[in-house]
């Protein structure tokens, strides 16, 4: 059973930082893209930070360049996301999400990914 669990959400001030964890099982990591989600309330799902596993391509959306860090950590099935410098307009449900490789080009895309998780909630107060 292919299983994708998020973990590490929470509430936190404006500037300060969380550190999400995607922890994966049912599938061969090593196959799989995993992309960071998040949607917020009567907004689309956009693309946050996605790594790929075959080549270690990494994307960022544009609004989180320079304060979001995606990392995998291959031994133990899972991806992280460092949040730092955090602001109220990164407040969404933030999920995780595995698509089979290759990805490529559509590594921020949705659509590209097979399975997700559940989502953990990330709240900025101001």
């Known amino acids: 059973e292919v299983q994708l669990v998020e973990s590490g959400g929470g509430l936190v001030q404006a500037g300060g930082s969380l550190r999400l964890s995607c922890a994966a099982s049912g599938f061969t990591f090593d196959d799989y893209a995993i992309g960071w989600f998040r949607q917020a309330p009567g907004k689309e799902r956009e693309g946050v930070s996605c790594?790929?596993?075959?080549?270690?391509?990494?994307y960022y959306t544009d609004s989180v360049k320079g304060r979001f860090i995606i990392s995998s950590d291959n031994a133990k099935n899972t991806v992280y996301l460092q949040m730092n410098s955090l602001k109220p307009e990164d407040t969404a449900v933030y999920y995780c999400a595995a698509g089979h490789e290759p990805v490529g080009l559509r590594l921020h895309y949705p659509t590209a990914y097979d399975y997700w998780g559940q989502g953990t909630q990330v709240t900025v107060s101001s």
């Open positions: 790594i790929s596993r075959r080549d270690g391509s990494t």
